[in-house]
């Protein structure tokens, strides 16, 4: 029987030559990734098991980027616990604050991961690295302690789901909207213990930054992973960051596939997930009543890169938030952050009323940097809108693409960028 | 193995962020998380709960972050067994690593009503509504993770066999 993208790469890091959906493997790891939340549970967990040193030293990832720059005491003690295990270990990729940055946009920026890799990471959005033709997926602390120590995890092969692409996206429709448009039609359970494969000629017109938005998002339908097929767009971008080998998988002519959904990009619209649910989306055209806003956040391991805050600067540029909205910009990495500075990003978000923050995830899951009280609604490009996700159990979240975001910072309300006065 | 408690019903997408807030995330410790458990969508669970009380809800719990701080904080708030019609795969994952037992049982899901007294039966997955006098078959764990279950966790287990 033919094998998806994603049944090739565990069988390949099994040592297995065939597997088929259900079987239980164990299978070797390239990367085991943990931030500041679910490192220190792991690293208790660790001791725990009478573990010494970790498999490998240049294959464990820690990242404190949560509640870092440290919030408050509790959450300076969880760091402090992070980097004395990293410095013990010696672990090459630990990344302290002034280097490091979400770590989902970190770790391919870094060049730790490239296709054919298998990766776990003690965070749900570890799935975002299928954007490069690699097997990543999120799992909790116990997990990642074991795989520290062993560098190994058991898997389920999981089916899949296939998404064939066609098409080029309009104006002001970007990766996000593609992701919010699926969950929207499958929900959030939609894919639950599924692979998302996404193949078809309509890849070529999605840029990486697209796909790594689109792959983060998987978890939100529920899936295992998220994964792309791998074309020039993604060997240009592996080369220009990682002297690691990589290796392509394709699918099968005969893998099998639950169901095959297509996607034409040219009809999807710019799109909303209201509150509380990612799969509770209108495209902004079916927003009737204004949704009045006090919040909203562009950055996250989502929308938190070079291409997010291009988009969102050329909506800025010569205009200017509304009146008592706070816009935060979050670049996702230092790296970004230095690109925004360098190519007069910060100087027209500042000039138009929004202020720039170090990079975090921050407000996103109500951590700090942008919390709302009861009542508020937030317009944020990030992935969850859950009750109570950015504050207050009785505030809300929108989530949307960053050309939305920063055309609803300006006109107060959730916007289409269509809709902003020309200059 | 059996468990028996009253039970605290939930619908469809119990988040992870409604089981353990992350503005509770600043501290690994057991005890505080289960203090804040279910807060944002059921402020009365904490003071209301005992040991052995069980937990059914509908499609997808679990669903979201892959804190593992969410079972933990489950399983230290004192709740035995948690029935749902499915899991999210991450927390399915986190429940049995750390010896939360959990089931899938789409009909228990159904009929069972919050307050209901219910017994449970791992070693054949058989769910008992003594309130309402049904029965219903959920799955019957594997057995390696009754052995997980049964020591509190993977890590204990793993601790066993050394």
């Given at each position: 029987m033919g094998m998806t993208m994603t049944q090739k790469i565990l069988a390949a890091h099994a040592g297995l030559s065939e597997v088929k959906p259900g079987d239980l493997i164990m299978a070797d790891l390239d990367l085991v990734l943990g931030n500041d939340i679910t490192a220190p549970v792991a690293i208790n967990v660790f001791k725990g098991i009478n573990?010494?040193?970790?498999?490998d030293k240049d294959k464990v990832a820690l990242v404190p980027d949560h509640f870092a720059p440290n919030k408050d005491i509790q959450a300076a003690e969880q760091c402090k616990m992070m980097r004395q295990f990293a410095g013990e270990q010696d672990i090459t990729n630990y990344f302290e604050v002034g280097e490091m940055g979400v770590e989902h946009a970190l770790l391919p920026e870094k060049g730790l991961v490239v296709a054919g890799d298998l990766v776990i990471g003690a965070?749900?959005?570890?799935?975002?690295?299928?954007?490069?033709g690699a097997f990543s997926t999120g799992v909790g602390s116990t997990d990642m302690a074991a795989g520290m120590a062993t560098g190994k995890a058991w898997f389920k092969i999981p089916a899949a789901i296939k998404f064939n692409i066609t098409g080029k996206m309009n104006q002001y429709v970007s990766g996000k909207d593609v992701i919010l448009h699926i969950i929207g039609m499958?929900?959030?359970?939609?894919?639950?213990?599924q692979s998302m494969e996404f193949v078809g000629?309509?890849?070529?017109?999605?840029?990486i930054d697209d796909r790594f938005t689109i792959a983060n998002m998987a978890i939100e339908a529920g899936a295992k992973n998220g994964i792309f097929i791998v074309d020039d767009q993604t060997i240009d971008y592996i080369k220009a960051h990682s002297s690691k080998e990589f290796t392509v998988y394709t699918a099968d002519e005969d893998a099998q596939y639950e169901r095959t959904i297509e996607i034409n990009?040219?009809?999807i619209k710019p799109t909303v997930a209201f509150?509380?649910?990612?799969?509770?989306t209108k495209t902004t055209?079916?927003?009737?009543?204004p949704v009045i806003i006090d919040q909203v956040v562009i950055g996250s391991?989502?929308?938190?890169r070079l291409s997010d805050f291009a988009k969102a600067a050329k909506i800025f540029e010569g205009r200017k938030v509304a009146k008592g909205i706070r816009t935060l910009i979050i670049p996702a990495t230092q790296k970004i952050y230095l690109q925004c500075m360098e190519l007069g990003y910060f100087k027209t978000f500042v000039e138009a009323g929004a202020t720039v923050s170090a990079?975090?995830?921050?407000?996103?899951?109500?951590?700090?940097m942008g919390i709302l009280a009861s009542g508020e609604r937030c317009v944020a490009t990030t992935n969850r809108n859950f009750?109570?996700?950015?504050?207050?159990?009785?505030s809300e979240v929108y989530l949307a693409n960053p050309e939305v975001a920063a055309a609803s910072a300006i006109l107060g309300?959730?916007?289409?960028?269509?809709?902003l006065p020309k200059l | 193995m059996k468990v028996k408690g009253k039970v605290f019903k939930y619908g469809n997408n119990v988040d992870t962020d409604v089981i353990i807030?992350?503005?509770?995330?600043?501290?690994?410790n057991h005890q505080e998380l289960a203090k804040h458990c279910m807060e944002d969508i059921d402020a009365d669970f904490i003071k209301n709960v005992q040991d052995g009380d069980i937990m059914v809800a509908s499609k997808n719990?679990?669903?979201?972050?892959?804190?593992?701080h969410a079972p933990i904080a489950i399983k230290t708030a004192g709740i035995s067994c948690v029935i749902a019609t499915d899991f999210a795969r991450i927390f399915y994952r986190n429940a049995i690593n750390i010896g939360l037992p959990i089931l899938e049982c789409p009909e228990a899901a159904a009929k069972i009503e919050a307050g209901d007294e219910v017994e449970v039966d791992f070693d054949t997955g058989l769910i008992t509504n003594i309130t309402k006098n049904e029965t219903y078959q959920g799955q019957a764990f594997p057995e390696f993770m009754q052995k997980i279950i049964a020591a509190g966790g993977l890590v204990n287990s793993i601790n066993k066999k050394l």
């Open positions: 573990a010494k040193t970790v498999f965070d749900s959005h570890t799935c975002t690295y299928g954007a490069l499958i929900g959030v359970d939609g894919a639950l213990y000629e309509g890849i070529a017109n999605l840029t990009l040219s009809t509150p509380h649910l990612p799969e509770n055209d079916e927003i009737t009543e391991c989502t929308n938190g990079p975090t995830c921050g407000p996103c899951l109500g951590g700090h009750v109570g996700r950015m504050g207050h159990v009785d309300r959730i916007a289409d960028p269509s809709e | 807030p992350a503005r509770y995330l600043n501290t690994s719990f679990g669903c979201g972050s892959s804190r593992e």
